[in-house]
């Protein structure tokens, strides 16, 4: 049964589950606030269902992640920096390169830092949202597992490497286009499977180029690379596919190419030895501050007025409503703000599993007996 | 039939033809190269073919674009500026901000410009194009005239808005992603027009919500507003449309929120009495200069490499090889570069129009009787 869970609640144990695997407090603070708000924005896919499987097992069990975050500036100048996270936490990474990117636009109108020997940093519209709560836009990518097939190829190459754009409004909540350059990600498949449903046609190819739609076997087969995820615009250049690939392209060499860090497939995260290793992503972060072109109220007009325009255009016969990019985000915390956050079985054991293992006896679930 | 033109000849005529309409000799060559350049790179839709219609019949006939370009600088500081370009040449406008940006990203490592009152400046991956020859990352975009549709709606509203990146590599050409945030421009179903092609399902949405493929049809529909063109990814949410549709409206954004202008259905062309008038459009142009975090040989190398392994990775059956981004482009200039630009009836007939019209009898042209 799904169980609905306190955000707070859950929030605190994935804190506390962190620190206890050797993660600073403040460090787990922002790693638990990182998944936890994308579980509140009903992103399902990169919140709490992800603590054990890319975190907690990739430091307590695989040993190819650090949990204490060696920050290291690489090279700062004036509205750039570049920086090695040494296998650290993502999220400290990520908060922290964001942070001084926000800094330097501050200063100069733009900043831009990129990060090398990174970990997965959770949903990339987090790091893009902190400049928009500074009166900036953000943007962030980064690269990833190859899963994303080139127009014309079959094989996995590119990472769903998210273009990622944060822009402040005059509304309830920021623009944002937290977007996977794939036309799905790995998470949506693992839904249709749970629900019994194939997986819509040209979303995935297998090796001999043709789309494959049952889903459990698209799981079993991206895993082992005898299937890949198509880009956005779809199976060849029709209907524009090569376009998806073209913008999954430029996020690969922006997240690798300004750190000189790994690209393709040595992010596998399997070493010659067939061991897991370190990922060694690469991520970018950009903050504009608004202030240094206009004045920002009028910004967040100009922006609602655009938003506002388009949900009030001519829907399709049957369609109820326009949604503009991040309402869906917004629209899902007003329905889970005061219930939590859905946990379903396999996640219930999850985190009994995780919170067994560190003897965190002062956490008990809802969802357990008495 | 179709007359390949030399690209010095039909270069000349264009940079007379500006200069004799009242263009300055130097903006007149730089609307020709900017022209030229996409004619070289096998983009049709966005050179000489547009030198009537679009920039000589704008100047000429409706009056609503001036040929002398008046290049005011709003705001300049650090590494931002915000230009008004008083409805002046949209290609002299986007060069001198691109060039400004350019010079930014030298001192600070990041340059962001943003215009307001421009025109139509021609292909967009000119000006990103501009910045690698300066050993940088370049970014641009643009709004335009409303023609595609938010998913679940109808009504053409936000422009085509190209989102453009050109990124230096170790090869022959830069890495280039010229792409509409539709699936296809007007241009491509000009061209299924023209051979007697239907339009492939799913790249325009009539008003009642269905799809159209008659391209005769479709051209007439686009101008009445009674169709319009989808967003990258389709037609509703399955094939994710609305990633396309959110960066449709990013670009709109930054193109127009930033500088304080035109929107959306402003940018019709199209006064409340009926009768032509200046667009408006707002552009966005970004220099990210590579030195500022990493030798540039070095990044040249990384991103040769990421195409190299991507052209060289393993192909769907039947496909002859796999492109990257800005590819196509130089190989159409290869096949191009002796023969010229195909200049097929309707053209040739717009060019002896315009020549007869200014009296410009240097010009004679190949494919007019002796």
Not at 2 to 25: C, K, Q, R
Not at 56 to 73: G, L, M, S
Not at 108 to 130: D, E, K, Q, W
Not at 277 to 285: D, E, Q, S, V
Request: glycine fraction near 10%; charge should be negative; include cysteine.
């Amino acid at each position: 049964m799904v169980y609905p869970l306190p955000f707070d609640e859950l929030e605190a144990f994935m804190a506390a589950l962190f620190e206890s695997i050797g993660v600073p407090p403040e460090d787990a603070r922002t790693c638990a606030d990182v998944l936890i708000t994308s579980d509140k924005r009903g992103i399902d896919s990169h919140g709490v269902g992800r603590l054990k499987p890319i975190y907690y097992d990739r430091i307590v069990h695989q040993k190819i992640q650090q949990p204490v975050t060696q920050f290291e500036i690489v090279r700062d100048q004036a509205a750039t920096a570049v920086v090695d996270g040494h296998h650290g936490m993502g999220m400290v990474i990520g908060k922290r390169c964001m942070q001084m990117a926000i800094e330097k636009a501050r200063t100069y109108g733009l900043g831009m830092v990129v990060a090398r020997n990174s970990t997965h940093y959770g949903f990339a519209a987090y790091y893009p949202m902190m400049a928009c709560r500074a009166g900036m836009i953000g943007l962030s990518g980064t690269n990833a597992r190859p899963s994303i097939a080139p127009t014309f190829g079959v094989e996995n190459m590119l990472g769903t490497n998210p273009l990622v754009f944060a822009i402040p409004t005059d509304e309830e909540f920021p623009l944002t286009n937290d977007y996977a350059t794939s036309i799905i990600q790995r998470g949506k498949i693992e839904q249709y499977d749970r629900e019994g449903k194939a997986c819509p046609p040209g979303l995935v190819i297998d090796r001999q180029g043709q789309t494959k739609t049952d889903s459990a076997q698209v799981l079993k087969d991206l895993v082992s690379g005898e299937a890949a995820l198509t880009p956005l615009g779809g199976i060849g250049e029709e209907t524009a596919g090569y376009k998806g690939y073209g913008f999954a392209t430029v996020v690969e060499v922006l997240s690798a190419a300004l750190q000189q860090g790994n690209f393709l497939k040595q992010l596998s995260g399997i070493g010659e030895d067939g061991k897991p290793r370190p990922y060694g992503l690469g991520h970018f972060f950009m903050a504009i501050d608004i202030e240094h072109f206009c004045d920002l109220a009028a910004f967040q007009k100009t922006t609602g007025d655009i938003l506002r325009e388009l949900r009030h255009s001519q829907k399709a016969p049957g369609a109820e409503r326009i949604y503009t990019p991040g309402e869906k985000e917004y629209l899902a915390w007003l329905e889970r703000k005061d219930k939590g956050a859905p946990v379903d079985e396999a996640l219930q054991k999850q985190l009994v599993t995780m919170r067994d293992e560190q003897g965190l006896k002062q956490f008990r679930f809802p969802f357990e007996k008495p």
